[in-house]
């Protein structure tokens, strides 16, 4: 039915790693993996995990995957319980406050480390639902600034141009309201002219031709 089935993705178990699922770090530092959980349901005696996938030149098939950390949650007011971990593998989550917080950080990274790192939970209150997600980390020997002086120059050549063009609206305008009130003070000496003219000609409809009827 529609509404179980909305209901059950109301509760399903969510894990994420965040927005990106990469991250780089310079060799022989400490890196932070993040990774929380969500349920609507709530959790007890949750279990989760960390695995590190090799690459695939691996001797061994049946290593993969690795796991790194394994530790479990009994309820949403109790922190986490370690069950084992790999001696550079340190839990700085927590799950007493508002985000249930399972991150892990990885200290003294070498090239070695870079690969597929899976946060994996597991809720028995939810049927013993699973789900996971995975981050990817890259081990580099110095960090690489970016380059924006080709990003600023085109920035700044397009707004200078953006800059003219305004300029240019502003100066045209200027000039064609200078032009129109010129030309209409022009048309208004020309009126006035033409009537003084006409006044002192005597032309037709005059005063000067208005005179007066012999007497008999």
């Known amino acids: 039915l529609p509404g179980l089935h909305a ?6 178990l969510e894990v994420s790693v965040g927005k990106t699922n990469t991250v780089t770090a310079l060799n022989n530092s400490n890196v932070l993996l993040p990774c929380t959980f969500s ?4 959790f007890q005696d949750l279990v989760f995990k960390w695995y590190f ?10 290593a993969l995957p690795l796991q790194i950390y394994h530790g479990k949650i009994k309820t949403k007011t109790t922190e986490p319980t370690l069950i084992w971990h790999n001696p550079r593998v340190e839990f700085v989550g927590s799950t ?12 003294g990274v070498e ?6 790192y899976t ?29 924006n002086t080709v990003t600023l120059i085109i920035v700044g050549v397009v707004g200078g141009l953006i800059g003219l063009l305004i300029l240019f609206m502003l ?3 200027a000039v064609l309201f200078i032009i129109k009130k010129t030309q209409d003070g022009k048309k208004e000496c020309l009126v006035s002219s033409s009537g003084n003219d006409n006044t002192e000609n005597g032309l037709a409809g005059s ?8 007497k008999a």
């Open 39 to 42: 349920t609507c349901i709530g």
């Open 7 to 12: 209901l059950a993705i109301a509760f399903a």
């Open 119 to 147: 946060c994996h939970v597991k809720n028995p209150k939810e049927k013993d639902a699973q789900h996971n997600a995975t981050i990817f980390l890259t081990v580099v020997h110095k960090m690489v600034e970016t380059d």
């Open 171 to 173: 100066i045209k305008r």
């Open 111 to 116: 090239f070695s480390d870079a690969g597929k």
């Open 53 to 62: 996938n090799t690459t695939e030149l691996v001797a061994d098939p049946a």
């Open 207 to 214: 005063k000067a031709e208005q005179k007066a009827p012999p």
């Open 96 to 107: 007493t406050k508002k985000e249930n917080n399972i991150s892990i950080v990885l200290n």
